[in-house]
């Protein structure tokens, strides 16, 4: 059973910090881009970052670029999210992503597979 499994989430102050992380298990992921996307409340999903097996390319939205930095461990099926100078605005349910780069930075975001998602609260 394929599964994507992201943790540390949770309630950070603007300003502050978050490294959430991405567990991948159920399969091996090499080839695959592994990627970040996020869903505010009454708002649709949107591209986040994302990066190729090899981390030779990452995207970024532009909304983050300079803040956030997406990395992976494939030694660990694992992809992470640093995420700087959090404002409110990037409060959402952040979901973990595994897939073709192409489906990941275009609509309708067709990527294989999704976490459940955690919660990110950025306050004022």
């Known amino acids: 059973q394929v599964q994507l499994v992201e943790s540390g989430g949770g309630l950070v102050q603007a300003g502050g910090s978050l490294r959430l992380s991405c567990a991948a298990s159920?399969?091996?992921?090499?080839?695959?881009?592994m990627g970040w996307f996020r869903q505010a409340s009454g708002n649709e999903r949107e591209f986040v970052a994302a990066i190729t097996w090899s981390g030779g390319s990452i995207y970024y939205a532009d909304s983050v670029k300079g803040r956030f930095t997406n990395s992976r461990d494939n030694a660990k099926n694992t992809v992470y999210l640093q995420m700087n100078s959090l404002k409110p605005e990037d409060t959402a349910v952040y979901y973990c992503a595994a897939g073709s780069m192409a489906a990941m930075l275009m609509k309708p975001y067709g990527v294989e597979y999704w976490g459940k998602g955690t919660l990110v609260t950025v306050s004022s």
């Open positions: 159920g399969r091996t992921f090499r080839g695959y881009a």
